[in-house]
């Protein structure tokens, strides 16, 4: 099993978005970085941090679950959607989507600034100065640093541990 963190705006679509529908596409992907990662790593099982950016607070919400493998973006074919490609082809899809399937929201969120203020957490991509990939990888040890931290969030998201 892999861990990632994904980021959504929280208005675009929250955690509770996810924890209602159960499940979703993840799709818009247009960095390649972020592609490659969806397309030829991320399986089914993997574990993923949902993370809200651009809130007050940024910081994760919560946990889902990689639960359909990589397939091609329709969005990018359609050209009434905003992520649409006017390059991509049917047969070679440049864009891919995953689906994501909801697993736990936790109490608060667990803020930006206490993911960068906890020495567990030091190397973690999201806590880097200018971070600004959507999907990325997370090592196993912070990703179980970042859940437990979540679990004993209190109504600020401070740990209360």
């Given at each position: ?11 675009v ?8 529908d159960?499940?979703t596409?993840?799709e ?36 889902a679950e ?9 969005h ?86």
């Amino acid at each position: 099993m892999r861990y990632w963190l994904m980021k959504s705006e929280p208005d675009v679509y929250s955690i509770d978005d996810l924890a209602r529908d159960t499940r979703t596409s993840w799709e818009g992907v247009r960095n390649y970085t972020a592609r490659n990662w969806m397309r030829d790593d991320m399986k089914v099982g993997d574990r993923v941090l949902y993370y809200h950016s651009n809130a007050e607070p940024s910081g994760v919400a919560g946990i889902a679950e990689v639960v359909r493998a990589a397939y091609a973006d329709p969005h990018a074919l359609d050209p009434a959607s905003p992520y649409h490609d006017p390059g991509a082809k049917a047969d070679t899809p440049r864009w891919v989507s995953v689906d994501i399937g909801f697993v736990e929201r936790f109490p608060a969120v667990v803020p930006l600034a206490a993911l960068k203020a906890e020495p567990a957490l030091v190397g973690m991509e999201v806590t880097k100065r200018g971070s600004r990939l959507s999907v990325h990888p997370v090592d196993a040890a912070h990703f179980e640093k970042v859940v437990a931290m979540g679990r004993n969030a209190g109504p600020s998201g401070d740990d209360q541990a």
